[in-house]
């Protein structure tokens, strides 16, 4: 009943037996709750300062009481404007931690997967990783329906709604239709067309680096901040001096 406000079960039990009883002492309190004997000063200094109950000293022998129980509301108010304060530090400090963790030894995750469904294994597993807000570069896409079948991009688009993630693409080959409708796209996503053979194809985001083989197809999954860093800036450059549709 008062675990969700915060108290331990044992905790909740014997603030509920002082109610019932009123003042008492730990014998009967023991008797009452079915409380073992050896653990229970542990659980009435808890609730003690908490600010929950209170004991007096008579002929040498305490005797514990509940206080009202509005005084729960004191407590969870409390917790409450702690909790408010330790958020407050964490936002404060969170940049900080972030350098932190990211001066750690760049480790580097590879992994090749093979066939239809490896690859589209490999691309939700990239999509699980990202963050709300983030942007994903997509170079070397075309109008091929092939691209659309292993991809499963309908998914894809759901997910990127979703986190509300943006999608950056250029395009190697476009047809005249295909280049209309990209240039009507609204929302998150945006295109600009390179000509050129389609030589390569890749997806970054973050510090996760998809390279796609569609002739096989496979795909190689690269987890690390400094491979991805890479190819995002090559990604920029490349947007940079692209046309736009």
């Not at 002492?25 to 200094?45: C, N, P, Q, T, W």
């Not at 390569?200 to 991805?228: E, G, K, W």
Request: charged share 30%.
């Amino acid at each position: 009943m008062l675990t969700g406000f915060g108290l331990t079960k044992n905790e909740a039990k014997l603030y509920l037996a002082l109610l019932r009883l009123g003042e008492c002492k730990v014998s009967m309190l023991v008797k009452e709750a079915r409380f073992r004997s050896g653990k229970i000063y542990e659980v009435l200094d808890s609730l003690a300062a908490k600010g929950l109950i209170s004991y007096t000293v008579q002929n040498n022998v305490k005797h514990y009481f509940a206080h009202d129980p509005g005084r729960l509301q004191d407590y969870i108010g409390e917790k409450k404007r702690k909790l408010e304060s330790e958020e407050a530090l964490f936002r404060k400090n969170l940049h900080e931690l972030r350098k932190i963790h990211s001066a750690k030894k760049d480790s580097c995750d590879v992994r090749v997967y093979d066939s239809v469904e490896g690859v589209r294994s490999a691309l939700f597993m990239f999509m699980d990783k990202l963050q709300r807000n983030s942007t994903i570069r997509i170079y070397g896409a075309n109008d091929d329906p092939k691209r659309d079948i292993v991809l499963l991009w309908r998914k894809y688009d759901d997910i990127c709604k979703q986190k509300n993630v943006k999608t950056r693409v250029i395009m190697r080959d476009i047809s005249k239709k295909g280049r209309a409708k990209r240039r009507s796209a609204k929302g998150l996503k945006s295109y600009r067309y390179q000509k050129g053979t389609d030589l390569s194809n890749f997806m970054v985001s973050q510090d996760t680096l998809l390279l796609f083989n569609f002739n096989r197809p496979d795909c190689i999954y690269i987890n690390n901040h400094t491979h991805a860093e890479q190819f995002t800036d090559l990604f920029n450059f490349l947007w940079k001096n692209s046309e736009k549709l």
